[in-house]
Protein backbone atom coordinates (compact mmCIF):
# COMPACT_ATOMS: atom_id res chain seq x y z
CA UNK A 1 0.00 0.00 0.00
CA UNK A 2 2.68 2.11 0.04
CA UNK A 3 2.62 3.25 -3.99
CA UNK A 4 -0.66 4.98 -5.57
CA UNK A 5 -0.34 1.94 -8.28
CA UNK A 6 -0.45 -0.53 -4.96
CA UNK A 7 -3.32 0.95 -3.75
CA UNK A 8 -5.81 1.28 -6.93
CA UNK A 9 -4.58 -1.90 -8.03
CA UNK A 10 -6.00 -3.60 -4.85
CA UNK A 11 -8.81 -1.53 -4.49
CA UNK A 12 -9.84 -2.51 -7.75
CA UNK A 13 -9.71 -6.13 -6.95
CA UNK A 14 -11.09 -5.75 -3.78
CA UNK A 15 -14.50 -4.11 -5.84
CA UNK A 16 -14.58 -7.38 -8.10
CA UNK A 17 -14.21 -9.76 -5.28
CA UNK A 18 -17.00 -7.74 -3.91
CA UNK A 19 -18.99 -8.20 -7.02
CA UNK A 20 -18.63 -11.81 -7.32
CA UNK A 21 -20.02 -12.46 -3.46
CA UNK A 22 -22.88 -10.15 -4.81
CA UNK A 23 -23.61 -12.47 -7.92
CA UNK A 24 -23.32 -15.55 -5.76
CA UNK A 25 -25.54 -13.86 -3.43
CA UNK A 26 -28.02 -13.21 -6.37
CA UNK A 27 -28.12 -16.91 -7.39
CA UNK A 28 -28.83 -17.77 -4.11
CA UNK A 29 -31.70 -15.35 -4.03
CA UNK A 30 -33.35 -16.19 -7.38
CA UNK A 31 -34.01 -19.98 -5.72
CA UNK A 32 -36.47 -17.98 -3.62
CA UNK A 33 -38.69 -17.19 -6.89
CA UNK A 34 -41.47 -19.50 -8.27
CA UNK A 35 -41.86 -19.29 -12.14
CA UNK A 36 -44.78 -20.24 -14.33
CA UNK A 37 -43.87 -20.10 -17.59
CA UNK A 38 -46.48 -21.16 -20.28
CA UNK A 39 -46.02 -22.47 -24.03
CA UNK A 40 -48.40 -24.26 -25.87
CA UNK A 41 -48.19 -25.42 -29.37
CA UNK A 42 -51.71 -25.81 -31.15
CA UNK A 43 -53.21 -26.83 -34.75
CA UNK A 44 -50.31 -28.48 -36.45
CA UNK A 45 -50.72 -28.32 -40.31
CA UNK A 46 -48.78 -29.90 -42.94
CA UNK A 47 -49.07 -27.61 -46.36
CA UNK A 48 -46.84 -29.96 -48.11
CA UNK A 49 -43.67 -32.08 -48.95
CA UNK A 50 -41.22 -32.90 -51.22
CA UNK A 51 -37.89 -34.76 -51.68
CA UNK A 52 -35.16 -32.19 -51.92
CA UNK A 53 -33.44 -33.21 -55.17
CA UNK A 54 -29.75 -33.06 -53.99
CA UNK A 55 -29.84 -33.98 -50.70
CA UNK A 56 -32.68 -37.04 -51.62
CA UNK A 57 -34.12 -36.54 -48.01
CA UNK A 58 -37.67 -35.19 -46.86
CA UNK A 59 -38.51 -31.63 -46.33
CA UNK A 60 -41.77 -30.79 -44.51
CA UNK A 61 -43.63 -27.73 -44.85
CA UNK A 62 -45.42 -27.48 -41.98
CA UNK A 63 -47.60 -24.33 -39.69
CA UNK A 64 -48.91 -24.17 -36.32
CA UNK A 65 -50.62 -21.78 -33.57
CA UNK A 66 -47.51 -20.92 -30.58
CA UNK A 67 -48.56 -19.51 -27.47
CA UNK A 68 -45.91 -18.87 -24.84
CA UNK A 69 -45.63 -16.37 -21.46
CA UNK A 70 -42.08 -15.98 -20.10
CA UNK A 71 -42.31 -13.41 -18.34
CA UNK A 72 -42.79 -14.67 -14.93
CA UNK A 73 -39.00 -16.17 -15.44
CA UNK A 74 -37.48 -12.79 -15.48
CA UNK A 75 -36.56 -12.56 -11.87
CA UNK A 76 -33.05 -10.79 -11.53
CA UNK A 77 -30.89 -13.73 -12.07
CA UNK A 78 -32.38 -13.93 -15.93
CA UNK A 79 -30.61 -12.33 -18.68
CA UNK A 80 -32.08 -13.78 -21.77
CA UNK A 81 -34.49 -16.62 -22.52
CA UNK A 82 -34.03 -18.77 -25.48
CA UNK A 83 -36.70 -19.99 -26.61
CA UNK A 84 -37.04 -22.73 -29.61
CA UNK A 85 -39.33 -25.34 -31.28
CA UNK A 86 -37.95 -28.50 -32.07
CA UNK A 87 -39.80 -31.50 -34.09
CA UNK A 88 -38.74 -35.08 -32.57
CA UNK A 89 -39.49 -37.99 -33.91
CA UNK A 90 -37.51 -41.49 -33.98
CA UNK A 91 -36.36 -44.14 -36.37
CA UNK A 92 -34.77 -47.08 -36.43
CA UNK A 93 -30.95 -45.81 -35.85
CA UNK A 94 -31.49 -42.15 -33.99
CA UNK A 95 -34.29 -40.05 -31.95
CA UNK A 96 -34.32 -36.82 -34.67
CA UNK A 97 -34.70 -33.70 -33.15
CA UNK A 98 -34.55 -30.89 -34.91
CA UNK A 99 -34.73 -26.63 -34.49
CA UNK A 100 -37.89 -25.55 -35.98
CA UNK A 101 -38.00 -21.96 -34.79
CA UNK A 102 -36.05 -19.86 -32.14
CA UNK A 103 -35.87 -16.55 -30.65
CA UNK A 104 -34.42 -14.81 -27.78
CA UNK A 105 -36.79 -13.21 -25.29
CA UNK A 106 -35.48 -10.29 -23.09
CA UNK A 107 -37.56 -8.82 -20.31
CA UNK A 108 -39.43 -6.35 -22.47
CA UNK A 109 -40.45 -8.71 -24.72
CA UNK A 110 -41.24 -12.05 -23.23
CA UNK A 111 -44.34 -13.05 -25.35
CA UNK A 112 -44.93 -14.43 -28.28
CA UNK A 113 -47.73 -15.61 -30.07
CA UNK A 114 -47.80 -15.98 -33.38
CA UNK A 115 -49.30 -18.40 -35.84
CA UNK A 116 -45.63 -19.60 -37.19
CA UNK A 117 -44.27 -21.66 -39.83
CA UNK A 118 -40.87 -22.35 -39.26
CA UNK A 119 -37.37 -20.28 -39.68
CA UNK A 120 -35.19 -23.57 -40.57
CA UNK A 121 -36.39 -25.96 -42.77
CA UNK A 122 -37.62 -28.78 -41.50
CA UNK A 123 -35.62 -31.44 -43.71
CA UNK A 124 -35.18 -35.04 -42.80
CA UNK A 125 -31.59 -37.15 -43.01
CA UNK A 126 -33.29 -39.72 -45.59
CA UNK A 127 -36.34 -40.69 -47.44
CA UNK A 128 -37.54 -42.75 -44.90
CA UNK A 129 -36.95 -41.64 -41.60
CA UNK A 130 -40.12 -39.33 -41.13
CA UNK A 131 -42.67 -41.05 -43.12
CA UNK A 132 -45.96 -42.13 -41.35
CA UNK A 133 -44.53 -41.57 -38.11
CA UNK A 134 -45.84 -39.58 -35.30
CA UNK A 135 -43.57 -36.21 -35.44
CA UNK A 136 -44.10 -34.15 -32.17
CA UNK A 137 -43.63 -30.28 -31.94
CA UNK A 138 -42.17 -29.62 -28.63
CA UNK A 139 -41.16 -25.85 -27.15
CA UNK A 140 -38.62 -26.16 -24.90
CA UNK A 141 -36.65 -22.90 -23.03
CA UNK A 142 -33.11 -22.10 -21.99
CA UNK A 143 -33.19 -19.63 -19.25
CA UNK A 144 -29.71 -18.03 -19.28
CA UNK A 145 -28.90 -16.84 -15.62
CA UNK A 146 -26.78 -13.58 -14.48
CA UNK A 147 -24.72 -15.84 -12.31
CA UNK A 148 -25.70 -19.72 -11.82
CA UNK A 149 -26.17 -22.97 -14.22
CA UNK A 150 -28.39 -22.82 -17.54
CA UNK A 151 -31.64 -24.32 -16.95
CA UNK A 152 -33.51 -26.20 -20.28
CA UNK A 153 -36.90 -27.38 -19.30
CA UNK A 154 -39.55 -27.91 -22.50
CA UNK A 155 -43.35 -27.59 -22.35
CA UNK A 156 -46.45 -29.07 -23.76
CA UNK A 157 -46.07 -30.03 -27.46
CA UNK A 158 -48.42 -31.98 -30.17
CA UNK A 159 -48.16 -34.48 -32.46
CA UNK A 160 -48.88 -34.70 -35.98
CA UNK A 161 -48.59 -37.55 -38.80
CA UNK A 162 -46.79 -37.63 -41.94
CA UNK A 163 -48.74 -39.51 -44.10
CA UNK A 164 -46.97 -41.06 -47.48
CA UNK B 1 3.84 30.94 -10.58
CA UNK B 2 -0.14 29.21 -10.40
CA UNK B 3 1.75 26.42 -12.81
CA UNK B 4 4.44 25.67 -10.09
CA UNK B 5 1.83 25.69 -7.75
CA UNK B 6 -0.16 22.68 -8.92
CA UNK B 7 2.66 20.58 -10.03
CA UNK B 8 3.93 21.18 -6.24
CA UNK B 9 0.31 20.59 -5.33
CA UNK B 10 0.84 17.13 -7.82
CA UNK B 11 3.79 16.18 -6.65
CA UNK B 12 2.66 16.20 -2.84
CA UNK B 13 -0.54 13.55 -3.86
CA UNK B 14 1.25 11.72 -6.71
CA UNK B 15 4.65 11.87 -6.14
CA UNK B 16 4.91 11.73 -1.87
CA UNK B 17 3.87 8.27 -0.38
CA UNK B 18 1.74 8.49 2.98
CA UNK B 19 3.03 6.90 6.07
CA UNK B 20 2.12 3.72 7.98
CA UNK B 21 -0.57 4.77 9.97
CA UNK B 22 -2.12 7.08 7.00
CA UNK B 23 -1.74 3.61 4.94
CA UNK B 24 -3.44 1.76 7.77
CA UNK B 25 -6.64 4.45 7.77
CA UNK B 26 -6.98 4.44 3.61
CA UNK B 27 -7.10 0.06 3.83
CA UNK B 28 -9.76 0.65 6.28
CA UNK B 29 -11.52 3.24 4.48
CA UNK B 30 -11.81 1.86 1.27
CA UNK B 31 -13.09 -1.53 2.52
CA UNK B 32 -15.92 -0.16 4.48
CA UNK B 33 -16.51 2.06 1.49
CA UNK B 34 -16.87 -0.87 -1.03
CA UNK B 35 -18.32 -2.82 1.13
CA UNK B 36 -21.22 -0.67 2.17
CA UNK B 37 -22.17 0.19 -1.32
CA UNK B 38 -22.15 -3.63 -2.14
CA UNK B 39 -24.77 -3.77 0.62
CA UNK B 40 -26.82 -0.69 -0.85
CA UNK B 41 -26.48 -1.81 -4.27
CA UNK B 42 -27.54 -5.35 -3.83
CA UNK B 43 -30.63 -3.98 -1.88
CA UNK B 44 -31.41 -2.22 -4.68
CA UNK B 45 -30.94 -4.42 -6.87
CA UNK B 46 -32.98 -6.75 -5.15
CA UNK B 47 -36.20 -4.34 -4.98
CA UNK B 48 -35.59 -3.00 -8.53
CA UNK B 49 -35.36 -6.68 -9.53
CA UNK B 50 -32.41 -5.13 -11.93
CA UNK B 51 -28.77 -6.55 -11.24
CA UNK B 52 -27.49 -3.77 -13.52
CA UNK B 53 -28.17 -1.57 -10.53
CA UNK B 54 -26.23 -2.92 -8.62
CA UNK B 55 -23.38 -3.05 -10.90
CA UNK B 56 -23.67 0.33 -11.49
CA UNK B 57 -23.64 1.12 -7.79
CA UNK B 58 -20.70 -1.23 -7.01
CA UNK B 59 -18.88 0.95 -9.98
CA UNK B 60 -19.68 4.19 -8.12
CA UNK B 61 -18.84 2.88 -4.95
CA UNK B 62 -15.24 2.00 -6.61
CA UNK B 63 -14.66 5.80 -8.26
CA UNK B 64 -15.27 7.21 -4.42
CA UNK B 65 -13.12 5.01 -3.15
CA UNK B 66 -10.60 5.46 -5.75
CA UNK B 67 -11.01 9.20 -5.37
CA UNK B 68 -10.41 9.31 -1.26
CA UNK B 69 -7.61 6.14 -1.01
CA UNK B 70 -5.15 6.42 -3.88
CA UNK B 71 -3.61 10.07 -3.78
CA UNK B 72 -1.81 10.26 -0.61
CA UNK B 73 -4.21 13.40 0.59
CA UNK B 74 -2.26 15.16 3.70
CA UNK B 75 -5.05 13.42 6.15
CA UNK B 76 -2.78 10.36 5.77
CA UNK B 77 0.62 11.91 6.51
CA UNK B 78 -0.08 13.05 9.76
CA UNK B 79 2.30 10.69 11.62
CA UNK B 80 5.58 11.25 9.36
CA UNK B 81 8.38 8.61 9.85
CA UNK B 82 11.33 10.81 12.17
CA UNK B 83 14.42 10.13 10.05
CA UNK B 84 18.15 11.20 11.49
CA UNK B 85 19.85 13.81 9.30
CA UNK B 86 22.75 13.99 8.50
CA UNK B 87 24.73 15.86 11.42
CA UNK B 88 23.09 13.05 13.86
CA UNK B 89 24.38 10.26 12.14
CA UNK B 90 27.75 11.76 11.96
CA UNK B 91 27.61 12.69 16.25
CA UNK B 92 27.18 8.90 16.07
CA UNK B 93 30.40 7.52 15.17
Known sequence: MQTWGNRGTTI??????????????NMLSGFMFTVSPIAEISNPRV??????????????????????DMSSLFHWNTKYVYLYVTAEYSSLKWNHSVVLWDRILTKDNATVDLTL???????DLTTSAMRGKTVELVPSWMAMPVCGLLRTQSGHGTSFVLRQ | MMVSRLNEWWTGLMKTEMDFKGQEQAEFIFKIILISFGVVGWLAGFFQQDFRLTIFVVLVGLAVSLLVCV???????????????????????
Open chain 1, 47 to 68: LGWRVHPYLRADQVNITFDFHA
Open chain 1, 12 to 25: VSYAVTVTAVLAAL
Open chain 1, 117 to 123: SPKYEFT
Open chain 2, 71 to 93: PSWPIFRRHPLYFLSSEEIESRH
